[in-house]
């Protein structure tokens, strides 16, 4: 018998699907025929196999070769099958017991010396893998502390090609990985470096607490990228769940540093205005990859100088915000990311930008016109918090000179309101303020008309959206959890109607 196969795991976004791949020898001119939809990567691989079974001490067969890549009609792209490949060949020609590969998963790239290289995507590989009941998967050395996050599947890391051989022979087994402690997360940036801007501070609070979205507006100097940049320190740890999600979607995009396998802390993401729709969506020409959008899930996608932006490109963020997650289609396939992260703008008033502020401006209200309007209405509609930030005062820096709240306090005071959200939400499925339908939050947790006066009238006026209204009663619980109060009153719907309409009036 000349038929060998053993498993790998292709990736479609972040799912993993097994792959079996089965290799048959036939009597015939040497040639190698690949099966299964390859990429022109995967195509690539055989001669990749072929110089590294050779340079590991192996034979490579001098037969007709056919290699199939099942299910046939899934796309199979990159080059973590090279060692599923070599493995194959190896028990099709008997350098290797048949029965050693045929329930064991391979993934890793093959270096022309036999060396085993790290690819992207193990951890949602790895997922799949226990997933589908399989016990054990061997992946290169640098992938291991990655791959050892799923439980109830045995990692065998190595680091060449004779290696695996030398465990499949059973000369030399492979010890089981074991994941090392995870290395302390980064310190973060302190919101007490922020010299005045209470306003500002106030809005990145409550954009933390509520998992609301956030525009800043304001000279240059005013503070609008520290604040944005200290958002992500004010967000609760991920939990695990949330944890593994986020650093499978940096695993695929290959943006997982190697000394944090696990991605525990909110991320921050802050594309330049150059970026592309593929860049800030996802896409590729090849594989799917997650754009900055994907890349900012549960954490903060920064837009600064989002005028700058072509209006295109901003425009692809509305359905996605709403929905979190995004699809990208393509002619090979498609592949679904999640994407519920948190936006953040940021503009300056004027194309001018002048530190100085509008007594220094030079343009003309048709240019102020003109480059507010870059900015579409459908997207500022989807935009909670909106917050005019004024140029920093000498009075202002020299009060600054003292103790300002540090991250520290304000993050405590989100945590404690964050809490008070999940009880209420307990059994919706929901989490944070901002993703609470409207109709449920009027049928379920109405606040008093009374206190909606100020709110109602804005509405009557038209300077305010009936998707506008419903966001501002998120705004307004999110003020009451962080007061402590049990249901928003007159104070917290007015302070969420100014954060609503304070650009409008601007």
């Known amino acids: 018998m000349t038929l060998a196969r053993t498993w790998s795991v292709g990736l479609a976004g972040v799912q993993g699907a097994m792959v079996e791949v089965e290799v048959d020898l036939a009597a015939g001119l040497p040639q ?54 070599a493995a194959a060949i190896l028990a099709a020609v008997g350098t290797v017991p048949r029965r050693s590969v045929d329930r064991l998963v391979l993934l890793g790239e093959l270096g022309l010396d036999g060396s085993l290289r790290g690819i992207r995507g193990v951890l949602p590989a790895v997922l799949a893998v226990a997933r589908a009941g399989f016990a054990q998967v061997v992946v290169p050395a640098a992938n291991a502390d990655e791959a050892a996050l799923v ?60 998992g609301h979205h956030l525009f800043l507006t304001g000279p240059p100097g005013a503070g609008k ?44 993401e802050s594309p330049h205005h150059s970026a592309t729709l593929a860049a800030l969506i996802g896409g590729g020409s090849g594989q799917i990859r997650p754009g900055a959008l ?31 997650q995004v699809t990208i289609q393509r002619a090979a396939g498609s592949a679904t990311f999640p994407c519920r992260a948190q936006l953040v703008l940021a503009a300056n008033p004027c194309p001018c930008a002048s530190a100085a502020g509008d007594t220094a401006c030079t343009c003309s209200p048709l240019e102020r016109r003109r480059y507010q309007s870059r900015l579409s209405g459908p997207l500022l509609d989807r935009i909670d918090l909106r917050v005019n930030l004024p140029a920093v005062t000498r009075a202002a820096w020299l009060d600054g000179m003292g103790a300002p709240e540090p991250t520290a306090v304000v993050a405590g005071r989100v945590l404690a309101a964050r809490a008070i959200a999940a009880q209420r939400l307990a059994g919706t499925g929901l989490s944070v303020n901002s993703q609470v339908p409207g109709r449920l939050l009027r049928e379920r947790w109405p606040v008093p008309r009374a206190s909606l006066q100020l709110a109602e009238r804005a509405l009557e006026r038209g300077v305010l959206s009936v998707r506008g209204f419903d966001r501002v009663l998120r705004v307004a619980w999110t003020l009451a959890d962080l007061a402590g109060r049990t249901v928003p009153g007159d104070d917290e719907v007015a302070e969420a109607l100014g954060m609503r309409l304070q650009r409008a009036a601007a």
Do not use: W, Y
Request: with cysteine; aromatic share 2%; net charge neutral.
């Open 294 to 324: 994907c890349r900012a899930h549960r954490g903060v996608l920064f837009i600064d100088e989002a005028p700058e932006f072509p209006r295109a490109v901003l425009d692809t963020l509305r359905q996605p915000l709403e929905r979190g």
């Open 151 to 210: 439980e109830g599947v045995e990692v065998l890391a190595a680091g060449t090609l004779g290696e695996v051989v030398g465990h499949l022979t059973g000369k030399a087994p492979l010890a089981r990985h074991v994941r090392g402690p995870l290395p302390p997360a980064p310190p973060v940036p302190d919101l007490g470096d922020v010299v005045g801007q209470a306003s500002g501070r106030r809005a990145v609070e409550v954009a933390a607490a509520g």
């Open 32 to 85: 190698v025929v690949l099966v299964g939809l390859p990429d022109a990567v995967v195509r690539q691989s055989v001669d990749r196999v072929r110089a590294a079974v050779v340079n590991a001490g192996a034979t490579f067969p001098q037969r007709r070769i056919t290699i199939g890549l099942s299910p046939a009609s899934m796309p199979k792209q990159g080059s973590g099958f090279d060692l599923a490949l």
């Open 225 to 268: 990228t520290m604040l944005a940049e200290r958002l992500p320190g004010l967000l609760p740890p991920l939990d695990e769940q949330a944890a593994l999600e986020v650093t499978a979607i940096h695993s695929v995009a290959g943006t997982l540093p190697p000394e944090a396998p696990l991605v525990t802390r909110p991320t921050f």
